[in-house]
């Protein structure tokens, strides 16, 4: 069964910096897409940061030149999100997403382009 598990949120500094951790577990073929949302208190989730199968990467405007996505390139499995210059409106749940991630099981069935998930989330406070 596949999970999605974030770690790294906390109290954060405003001008501070954290790392946010998403591990993707259980047999997985492939992984595509993967992203970080977020949600604020009384907002709708939105999206943060996207990276891609091959790499490329995409940023909401408020995060650009302060947040990075990244994947592990040994261990593919790995998603990071690495926040600095943090700001108070930075405050939500982040939320680690896989978009096509396709186990073994996808492949005997044909579903070839795979399943979504999410993971429960990891809360980032920034404040003084």
């Known amino acids: 069964q596949v999970q999605l598990v974030e770690s790294g949120g906390g109290l954060g500094q405003p001008g501070g910096s954290l790392r946010l951790s998403c591990v993707v577990s259980?047999?997985?073929?492939?992984?595509?897409?993967m992203y970080w949302y977020r949600q604020a208190p009384g907002k709708e989730r939105e999206m943060v940061a996207e990276i891609t199968s091959g790499g490329s990467t995409r940023y909401i405007e408020s995060v650009k030149g302060r947040f990075t996505i990244s994947r592990d390139k040994a261990a593919k499995n790995m998603v990071y999100l690495q926040m600095n210059r943090l700001k108070a409106e930075d405050t939500a749940m982040y939320y680690c997403?896989?978009?096509?991630?396709?186990?073994?099981?996808?492949?005997?069935?044909?579903?070839?382009?795979?399943?979504?998930?999410w993971g429960k989330g990891t809360l980032v406070t920034v404040s003084s």
């Open positions: 997403h896989g978009k096509g991630i396709v186990t073994p099981e996808d492949m005997n069935i044909g579903r070839y382009y795979g399943t979504d998930y």
């Open positions: 259980g047999s997985v073929t492939m992984i595509n897409n």
